[in-house]
């Protein structure tokens, strides 16, 4: 049996909603078809937007999306994106396969996403290949309720309201695909760009440095440095991270449902490794930034696989598994113990391409395992983590050492919320949970679980999905409860009043 304590009276920071957000790319089948169908098509659409995928992420409470990329935000043309569609111009999508990009989805079509999914958008502008005309222009156009030229083009086509936008992405990967910029020259464009993103009426921007890939702490050393401050000022809010946790080797991947017990494990310890990322990108900034005013935004992560056969290499279509839930539940783990730092994170990418949370073919839909830990874990949005202690067992073989355990524990209007992890292929664990301060009156479960590989098809699209977790117990200290095998759950614990007053 394993031992949880959580202790109700250790309040620890906020854990931003926004560390649940998503990123969606012009790449593939992401925008077009994945959530994009046009006006015309047969599949039900408002706005040309798919119903069944808004409504999936409604579902879920997604916070915030980040568009229109990735490599594609730094070659992508806002003004193209704008106007009668039929007048946009073609082009070829040169990062993502040469395949046409039409420009039918693009600023409108994006706000319009968020409004009916309600959540806030994230955009990522121009450096590598646009100009601070254009970056600037861009604000203007969304933001600006005034007489302007650029507010004038916005109703001009149609919205005559100002949107109100808050994160604002200066550049993506600028040591690659965004420009091949040393972190210095990075760092001075950041603020020549930075300088121009302005603040229209009440509206406010959040604004984030392009960052480093993986453990490249030269960058977040030289970008901080160069830009993070001028004098007293600060000039940047959050600086981004990206990290892929890849089983295998990039030469050598494996489809994401055909994978051997030591891959399981191999790729546990590579997704545990954010932890590592966090703490020393984070240990970086504070020397630049003691005070803690710049966040670290990881605005790219998930398992990259090899693509599924039969279609197209740069697509990026995977498939999803148990397996890729517990990766994403362990993921979460680690942004919700440093959401002190971590303001935001967004997994790569939403609908169809890589460790995607939602897949289509035509007019189906089918959620994969990783959209319910999603589920699962939205109670903690904006919630206080608390502090909690977890007994956990060394699992794995002679490679690869993992913990048989993850969790998280928070509260919010009285209401506490654990979500734990059994990483183990084969064993089930009772787990003992002891409750400091807090005294639980009802309990209810939801759990996630299944062979490692499991996932959801087209033609079997409900495989994997949550069920109630029966049997948890109220005891004497708390509550106890018992997971299977590769399984996540979600215990919800409702306080139990004292004379009418509630925590
Ligand atoms: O998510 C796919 C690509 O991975 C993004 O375009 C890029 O930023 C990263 O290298």
Known sequence: MAKLVINAWDRKSKINKELYGQFSEHLGRGIYEGIYVGEDSDIKNIK????????ALRRIRLPVLRWPGGCFADYYHWKDG??????????????????????????????????????????CGNVGSGTVEEMSDWIEYLTFDGVSPMSELRAQNGHPAAWRVKYWGVGNENWGCGGNMT???????????????????????????????????????????????????????????????QPNTWEHKKRAAEFELADYYRGFVRALRMEELIEKHCEIMSRYDPAHEVG????????????????HPAFLYQQGTIRDALLAAVTLDIFNRHSDRVKMANLAQMVNVIHAIILTEGKNMVLTPTYYTFDLYKGHQDAALLG????TEEIGDAESRIPSLSHTASIKDGVLHLTISNLSPCRSEEIDCYLLG?????????LLQGDMAAHNTFDCPEKVKPEMLRDIKITDGGIRFTLPACAVAEIILDEKKIMGTKA
């Open 296 to 311: 670290l935004v990881v605005d790219e992560w998930g398992a990259w696989y090899e693509v599924e056969e039969g279609s």
């Open 183 to 245: 972190p210095e020259q990075y760092g001075q464009e950041f603020r020549r760009y930075r300088t121009f993103c302005r603040n229209y009426g009440d509206n406010r921007l959040y604004c984030i440095a392009g960052g480093a890939d993986v453990a490249d702490y030269r960058w977040t050393e030289g970008v901080m440095r160069t830009a993070a401050y001028k004098g007293n000022h600060r000039l940047m809010d959050g600086i981004s991270l990206h990290y892929y946790t």
């Open 438 to 446: 807090y005294t639980t009156e009802t309990t209810q479960g939801r």
């Open 48 to 55: 040309g937007i798919r119903c069944d995928v808004a409504e």
């Open 388 to 391: 909690s202690w977890l007994e």
């Open 82 to 123: 704008v106007g009668p569609r039929e007048k946009r111009k073609k082009l070829v999508n040169a990062n993502w396969g040469n395949v046409l990009e039409d420009n039918a989805f693009g600023t409108h079509e994006f706000m319009e996403l968020c409004e009916q999914v309600g959540c806030e958008p994230y955009i």
